[in-house]
């Protein structure tokens, strides 16, 4: 009878573990990167600029809105840009690590550019 119990008692407690959901990983943060039309780039999380983030998934939302400009991401293990004759928009999906990140126009990067700190 001990045995019985013990059986259906560990039964019991695997179809409780099988049926829990399972903990979604937490979705990439959005950020937007904007080059052009003029001579502007900006890289913004919920409309304001970025200077400092956490290590961890990013969503980049690139809006490339010039045929003379491109967006330049480099930092540490990246290295993502936009065509300088491409106009529209790209999407990526970035970990970032501790470091600085800069970021570009090629053509223009001595008046275009930005970097931001990632803790």
């Known amino acids: ?9 560990s039964a019991a407690a695997v179809a409780l573990v099988a049926a829990a959901p399972t903990a979604a990983a937490p979705a990439a943060t959005k950020l937007t990167g904007t080059v052009g039309p003029n001579f502007t780039i900006t890289l913004t ?14 969503t980049f939302a690139i809006r490339d809105k010039s045929d003379f400009h491109n967006f330049h991401l480099t ?42 700190t990632v803790t």
């Open 75 to 116: 930092g540490p293990g990246v290295n993502k840009k936009t065509t300088v004759a491409a106009v529209g928009n790209k999407t990526w999906t970035l970990t970032l690590k501790k470091g600085t990140y800069k970021y570009v126009c090629d053509p223009h990067k001595t008046q275009m550019k930005g970097s931001f």
């Open 1 to 9: 009878m001990t045995r019985i119990r013990l059986l259906l008692t």
């Open 45 to 58: 999380k919920a409309g304001k600029k970025v200077t400092k983030l956490k290590a961890g998934s990013y």
